[in-house]
C-alpha cells in the first residue's frame, strides 16, 4: 500500500504533513501539484477520494480568492475549473491511500489513513 502526498514545498502546513508521515515511517511519493498539475480526471478522483466538493478545497486566505472569488457563486464545474487553472488555491496537503484521502492539517487528520484497513 502506496501513500501519496500532493505537496507544496513553500507550504509550512504541507512541510508538517509530509514530515509526519516521515516520523511514521512513511515515504511517500511526493507530488508537487504546483509543478505537476492535476488533470481533470484525476481531480475528480481525489474530490471522490476525499469526499468533498471542489469548492470545499479552496484556499480561502489566499490574496487571489479574496481578490478574484470571495463573494461570488460558483458551480462545482467551475470551482474545477479555476482550482484546476489556479492550484496554488487547492488546501494541502492532501493524502492519498489507495481509496481515501484526507487533507494533511492538522497533520492529525493523516491518521484516519493510516488506522484504516
Not at 501513500?3 to 509550512?12: A, L
Not at 474530490?47 to 479552496?58: A, C, E, N, T, Y
Request: hydrophobic fraction near 35%; charged fraction near 35%.
Amino acid at each position: 500500500m502506496s501513500y501519496i502526498i500532493f505537496h507544496n514545498p513553500r507550504c509550512k502546513k504541507s512541510r508538517a504533513g509530509l514530515a509526519y508521515l516521515q516520523t511514521k515511517g512513511i515515504e511517500p511519493i511526493i507530488r508537487d501539484y504546483q509543478k505537476e498539475p492535476f488533470t481533470k480526471a484525476e481531480f475528480k478522483d481525489l474530490l471522490m477520494k476525499l469526499s468533498m466538493k471542489p469548492g470545499d478545497l479552496v484556499r480561502k486566505q489566499e490574496d487571489d480568492y479574496k481578490k478574484k472569488y470571495a463573494g461570488k457563486n460558483f458551480s462545482d464545474h467551475e470551482w474545477t475549473l479555476i482550482l484546476l487553472e489556479n492550484p496554488k488555491l487547492i488546501t494541502r496537503p492532501v493524502v492519498v491511500r489507495d481509496f481515501k484521502a484526507v487533507i494533511g492539517d492538522p497533520v492529525e487528520n493523516i491518521d484516519r489513513l493510516l488506522k484504516a484497513k
